[in-house]
């Protein structure tokens, strides 16, 4: 073969391999806007001049609690009036000298609520703790219970 047919046919090789390069590029962004659309679709519309506003409300049943016991933590979150669901919410306990102790992250259920069993394990110190629940959504909302853990 002569050396233009070789030159001929590597420059046929690399310019399919180019082809298919921009062929899976394009079906990634393709795939990957499809995805954005149906996330976006499961999440409320906001009208941002609308005088509703996100509210969280956390709930435990005691404020004193033993180790070893088991915390139900519950919650809801509304947008106005209405549920908030599939709304992230982010729980984080903190001990009386601001030390993170665990992070949660939990979702809301149709109905706007959340809910997550917490067990107190042994190497808890007695002392006062505060749980926050968090949640963003143009803004920064949250709520808070102080509770206290003897042994």
Do not use: C
């Amino acid at each position: 073969m002569s050396r233009e047919v070789i030159l001929v046919l590597k420059m046929k090789h690399i310019i399919g391999v180019i082809v298919i390069i921009v062929v899976i590029g394009v079906l990634s962004y393709m795939y990957y806007f499809s995805l954005q659309e149906s996330v976006a679709s499961q999440i409320p519309q906001v009208n941002p001049r609308s005088p509703a506003t996100i509210s969280i409300d956390l709930s435990i049943p005691s404020k004193t609690y033993r180790v070893g016991e088991e915390v139900l933590i519950s919650g809801i979150v509304k947008i106005g009036e209405e549920a908030f669901r599939g709304m992230y919410v982010q729980l984080v306990l903190m001990d009386s000298r601001n030390n993170t102790v665990w992070i949660k992250q939990v979702k809301t259920n149709d109905e706007g609520l959340f809910r997550y069993n917490y067990q107190i394990s042994e190497d808890f110190e007695e002392g006062k703790y505060i749980l926050y629940a968090i949640t963003i959504f143009g803004e920064r909302k949250f709520d808070y219970e102080e509770l206290t853990i003897r042994k």
